[in-house]
């Protein structure tokens, strides 16, 4: 690895000790969607702009320095490894948890991100993308959410534009619950590696939860490839969360590495 890519790969990975305590309680939020004696939301007194004024747990919302989401632009060149994806088929579970539509995908496997192992436990969808490259929004963002046994939090994000069907998504999309509940979708199951682009070229820096508490201290790696889902099935989760994204956080002085190209 060359001079830069090390010290701002130390450096990340020396914030991201220094934010650790926060991790657990704030993935348990993000997860389930509970826990939460406040009301959160994307629009009018309830949304972003004010969750850190919502109840003194959220705090980090408004004056974290490490927030979640950022946009994608100028990152470092480094020796990054790359991600190492090990999934597999799991009956499928579609969980409408209030906020958003998440599919539950403990026992699906697990990645390797840095000489760490963590579990995969779900993913979820935001509309529009809550990161940005270069400035730009896609119509979707899916973000594939792991823990290590040390309660380290990994979320693999992976920007959505349309085009053709994806057959993968299909059954979720086709059976998403129109209110907050869980639906097991009978005979379906579903292998998170089917959700990959073929390339698998990343962007990573420490970030923090999306939603509330905005726990800090998670590792963020976003896809630079993009996946296809059809204008249909965009509309059917817009049909039920019309927007679902946080606005992109100041960066300040944290490292923004690629690796690839």
């Given at each position: ?25 704030g993935h348990d939020a ?180 999306t939603t509330p508490p ?48």
């Amino acid at each position: 690895m060359g001079r830069i890519g090390s010290l701002a790969l130390l450096g990340a990975l020396a914030l991201s000790f220094n934010t650790y305590a926060a991790e657990k309680a704030g993935h348990d939020a993000h997860d389930k969607g509970k826990g939460h004696d406040v009301h959160w939301g994307y629009t009018g007194e309830a949304s972003a702009e004010h969750w850190g004024d919502l109840k003194q747990e959220f705090a980090l919302c408004k004056v974290g320095q490490s927030q979640s989401p950022i946009d994608i632009d100028d990152a470092i060149k480094a020796d990054l490894n790359p991600i190492d994806f090990n999934y597999k088929a799991v009956p499928l579970k579609v969980i409408n948890n209030g906020h958003t539509i998440q599919v539950g995908l403990e026992g699906a496997g697990t990645i390797k991100l840095h000489g760490d192992e963590y579990k995969l436990l779900q993913f979820h969808f935001h509309a529009p993308s809550e990161h940005t490259a270069q400035g730009k929004s896609y119509d979707m963002e899916v973000h594939l959410v792991h823990k290590s046994d040390k309660g380290k939090l990994a979320v693999v994000g992976v920007f959505m534009k349309p085009g053709k069907e994806n057959a993968a998504l299909k059954a979720v999309f086709d059976n998403m619950p129109k209110e907050a509940g869980e639906t097991e979708v009978k005979g379906a199951s579903l292998n998170p590696q089917d959700l990959l682009p073929k390339a698998k070229d990343y962007s990573h820096y420490i970030g923090s939860l999306t939603t509330p508490p905005c726990s800090e201290g998670v590792r963020w790696n976003v896809l630079t490839d993009t996946i296809e889902v059809s204008q249909a099935q965009i509309d059917a989760f817009k049909a039920l969360y019309a927007m679902n994204a946080r606005p992109v956080q100041d960066q300040h002085d944290r490292f923004l590495l690629k690796n690839g190209k």
